[in-house]
């Protein structure tokens, strides 16, 4: 099961929006609405953001939206802040109880 | 409050083994499906295994299959890896993670710190 494609990196200004993708293949992202996204910061356990594509977990800001097109699902922060730095992470579900995470997103908040 | 600790990292040689723990606390353990997720020093997120709720049904990543094993004692609420024939490759940080049963990872671990010496 090969990783999902992120970019390495992402920027936005404060208050700004920044979309990150995630592309995986027709075996994992675009058969299952089971993609998730986690945020890291340095020295700290990852922290689940996304499930689901787009359903937040109670306490995450409204800032935090997902989607998913064919292949490719994206997650959106609007009104950076700056504890958005931080890297991000997306996972899907790829069937027969394997799960596959994307290489990672390191965001910067200008 | 749910948490998840893990405990038994350490410094191990090449071919050698190691037992991770994971203690589970403030959430029935037996209903959830739990996985190991690792993270090699500065790189990404690698899942590794993952034990279904009654501890009958196991995958594992292709990486680890055949020398790493799943397991859980769901009287002590306690996930384990039991990890054999470890490689230099190996060594990362191991994250015991609760699976939310909406196929998101809802609650991790701090991380245990295994290192592989050659």
């Known amino acids: 099961q090969s990783a999902l494609t992120q970019p390495p990196s992402a920027s936005g200004s404060l208050g700004q929006s920044v979309a990150i993708s995630c592309t995986g293949t027709?075996?994992?992202?675009?058969?299952?609405?089971?993609v998730s996204w986690y945020q890291q910061h340095p020295g700290k356990a990852p922290k689940l953001m996304l499930f689901e594509v787009s359903k937040r977990p109670s306490g995450v800001p409204d800032r935090y939206s997902g989607s998913k097109s064919g292949n490719t699902a994206s997650l959106t922060v609007s009104g950076l802040q700056a504890e958005d730095e931080a890297h991000y992470y997306c996972n899907s579900y790829a069937g027969s109880n394997n799960w596959v995470f994307g290489g990672g997103t390191k965001l910067t908040v200008l | 409050q749910v948490q998840v600790v893990e405990s038994g990292g350490g410094v191990v040689q090449a071919g050698g083994s190691l037992r991770l723990s994971c203690a589970a606390s403030g959430f029935t353990f037996k209903k959830h499906n739990m996985h190991w997720v690792r993270q090699t020093p500065g790189k990404g997120l690698e899942w590794v295994a993952i034990?279904?709720?009654?501890?009958?049904?196991?995958n594992y990543a292709k990486s680890v299959k055949g020398r790493f094993t799943i397991s859980r004692d769901n009287s002590k609420s306690t996930l384990y890896l039991q990890m054999n024939s470890l490689r230099a490759e190996d060594a990362a940080v191991y994250y015991c993670a609760r699976d939310g049963s909406n196929w998101a990872f809802d609650y991790w671990g701090q991380g245990a710190l295994v290192a592989v010496s050659s």
């Open positions: 027709s075996s994992d992202v675009g058969t299952y609405n089971h």
């Open positions: 034990i279904e709720d009654d501890g009958e049904n196991k």
